[in-house]
């Protein structure tokens, strides 16, 4: 029998964008953050994932994140909203969880936020744990450069079996086409198909879409969605050629982030740039790119007609 509270299998598919949460004199720029959903809206992403790690949340207190998420919910217009709920105690994590909810969000994002090193069955303790107190599904956060937490193929394992896990969100890795699909696959392998797949770092969204990803949850995307739609309506489309071509176009910006320690100081940098947000947008402690770096970003922007 279906249960009628199961989230809809394709909730967790198509692009997933994360959007910054701006920050302006040490407050959350309310209406840059609308204005920035509002270009997600008129895209048409699949999913806004609000509080992600492009979206700053642990840099955020209980009660700034559960403004986000309402703000989020707000202004999405009726597209799927999740909203990221980690933090370093479990309390505060089922703080998130009871905001989200009330928000009206329809799915969780969880990574496993430590300051000690966790283990595998704290990071299952604490899945557990959310996935009893809430009915909405849940999106696994495995992204070790971030969490400095690496998950395992048992760990899948035994998060697809808890009932409120909906999709993985996994690291983009650089391999071959055939060794992409064959570690997709190992991964459905595991997790016995009871969850979607999702890829994540932007540069590698054409190849994980291509290797059968379900999702592309990508950081940039929540600035720039057109570009990061295009790249996953051509994979969606089966058209694996177009997706790689469209994503090799955007080679300078991949490069970029590379260069400067990943998207977010150069996502920062592009939406200051383009005026979407005001100048130091990203919470201190982090000052974002030096002026020489912000510049060289909005070459590369310009250059590719990124707007």
């Known amino acids: 029998m279906t249960d009628p509270n199961a989230p809809s299998p394709d909730l967790f598919t198509g692009l997933s964008a994360f959007p910054l949460t701006p920050i302006s004199d040490e407050e959350i720029d309310e209406a840059a953050y ?136 996994i690291p983009g890795q650089a391999m071959s086409p055939p060794d992409f699909t064959a570690h997709v696959e190992r991964i459905r392998a595991a997790t016995g198909n009871r969850v979607s797949i999702g890829i994540s770092g932007d540069a590698f969204g054409a190849s994980g879409l291509n290797a059968g990803c379900d999702a592309w949850y990508t950081a940039v995307g929540g600035t720039l969605p057109a570009p990061m739609l295009a790249i996953t309506r051509a994979a969606q489309n089966g058209e694996a050629d177009r997706a790689l071509e469209l994503s090799a176009e955007l080679q300078p910006l991949w490069d970029l982030f590379a260069e400067l320690g990943g998207s977010l100081r150069v996502t920062a940098a592009i939406a200051e740039h383009l005026g979407l947000v005001a100048p130091h947008s990203l919470p201190l402690p982090i000052l974002g790119l030096t002026d020489d770096q912000k510049r060289k970003a909005a070459e590369v922007a310009d250059t590719l007609h990124l707007d």
């Open 34 to 169: 609308a204005g920035l959903l509002q270009r997600l809206v008129a895209a048409g992403v699949d999913s806004i994932t609000a509080l992600g790690s492009t979206g700053s949340y642990v840099y955020l207190s209980t009660d700034e994140r559960a403004r986000v998420a309402q703000l989020t919910v707000e202004h999405a217009a009726g597209i799927p909203v999740f909203v990221g709920i980690g933090a370093l105690r479990t309390r505060d994590v089922l703080a998130n969880v009871a905001a989200a909810e009330a928000a009206g969000a329809q799915g969780l994002l969880l990574a496993p936020v430590s300051y000690q090193p966790l283990t595998e069955d704290d990071v299952f303790e604490l899945f557990r744990t959310v996935t009893s107190a809430t009915d909405l599904p849940v999106v696994v956060y495995d992204n070790p450069g971030t969490t400095h937490f690496t998950f395992t193929l048992d760990l899948y394992a035994r998060l697809a079996d808890l009932d409120g896990v909906a999709s993985i969100k």
